[in-house]
């Protein structure tokens, strides 16, 4: 008999010790970044993940058909959510994203990112094969992505909409629809581009479009982000300056050292050997997630656990390329390492589902692979 309770025991720990792992590494950037003030962002952040990490290891009690069950209603009392954003929630930064529930500022957009995975898994899930390849599996997709899209990019927030619109491609990809219709798609929006960039996009994002192309241009002013950001990375070297002795965000030349540009401030510190530390866990994470996906038992579990995955990956390759200007910035934090209590929230409802579809393929019997 096993000393280590049978609940525990079962517990996906190829995942959980790299990620765990990953939190307090994060938690000692924090700390660095917040100049040795252990309560100014790294206590929260621990705080913030065994509250999440405990959302998650209940949401494992959660059976199929009830989450099959919530898809819809979840998906609309979150757009719901965003309409009552535009009606009256509150103004930050410049843009209109939260809702103040008192206690918190709640950011609906990034309930989304899990609802419309979840709300397009159980759509394809019910969907007759032989209606994949017709109008039908298209347009009430369409809509459901459409309607949550428009209301974020109102708020403005075009980072989090293209993760919504990742997400639910991702979905809609893996289910099955003619490459033919993605390839079309693909070439509609190389020749939308233009006018959405001049008509649709507002100058300051037009602005991070320019600055990513030539961010040398403007060093001190639009492009200042990106330039210090690439300083603080390149100036770590192989090993890092040392824990605590980054100059770039100790000296305030990097802006948000703990949010968005979290990464350069770790690669400052610990160098390309802190950065592979990093990209290597990821890698655990996500490989592990598409095994959830892999061994899943029916086309619900399979499309729901493979769209958490591709949101997860989406936070870490954006973000990534966002502060080694390889993509322009787009206020994308990154997964579990950003001070942040939104992000958090999101990638953690992500894992919750994934250990959640991991329990059913542990209990289901074995031969009962379907669809």
């Not at 003619?178 to 602005?207: K, N, T, V």
């Not at 390889?326 to 919750?352: E, Q």
Request: charged content about 10%; hydrophobic content about 55%.
């Amino acid at each position: 008999m096993s000393i280590v309770p049978t609940p525990i025991a079962r517990q996906p720990w190829r995942m959980l010790i790299p990620l765990i792992g990953l939190v307090v590494f994060g938690s000692l950037v924090l700390y660095s970044a917040g100049a040795g003030d252990w309560n100014r962002y790294a206590s929260s952040h621990l705080i913030r993940f065994g509250v999440f990490l405990t959302m998650a290891i209940v949401m494992t009690r959660f059976g199929r058909d009830l989450v099959r069950f919530a898809a819809y209603p979840g998906y609309a009392a979150v757009l719901v959510l965003l309409i009552a954003v535009d009606a009256i929630g509150f103004v930050g930064g410049g843009a209109q994203r939260w809702l103040d529930l008192g206690f918190m500022q709640l950011q609906p957009s990034e309930l989304m990112k899990p609802a419309i995975v979840l709300v397009l898994a159980r759509f394809y899930g019910d969907l007759p094969f032989g209606m994949i390849p017709t109008w039908r599996a298209l347009l009430p997709a369409g809509m459901l992505i459409a309607a949550p899209m428009a209301l974020v990019l109102l708020q403005p927030d075009l980072g989090t909409a293209l993760a919504i619109g990742f997400g639910a491609v991702t979905v809609m990809f893996l289910a099955g629809l003619p490459l033919s219709w993605f390839i079309g798609a693909g070439a509609a929006a190389a020749l939308i581009a233009p006018l959405a960039f001049f008509f649709g996009l507002h100058d300051y994002q037009r602005r991070r479009v320019f600055t990513f192309l030539d961010p040398e241009s403007d060093p001190l002013g639009d492009g200042y982000h990106i330039t210090q950001s690439k300083i603080a990375i390149g100036s770590g070297g192989l090993f890092g300056k040392g824990f605590g002795e980054g100059t770039q965000s100790h000296l305030a030349y990097l802006p948000e050292p703990h949010t968005d540009f979290v990464f350069a401030t770790m690669a400052e510190e610990w160098g390309f050997a802190g950065g592979l530390f990093v990209l290597f866990v990821f890698a655990m994470i996500l490989s592990w997630g598409l095994s959830v996906a892999r061994r899943s038992t029916d086309r619900f579990a399979k499309l729901l656990a493979a769209g958490m995955t591709a949101t997860i990956f989406f936070y870490v390759a954006i973000n990534l390329m966002m502060v080694m200007g390889l993509a322009p910035v787009v206020g994308i934090p990154l997964p579990f390492l950003s001070h942040g209590g939104s992000s958090m929230m999101t990638n953690m409802i992500c894992i919750g589902t994934l250990m959640m579809i991991d329990r059913w393929n542990r209990r289901a019997p074995r031969g009962s692979l379907s669809g």
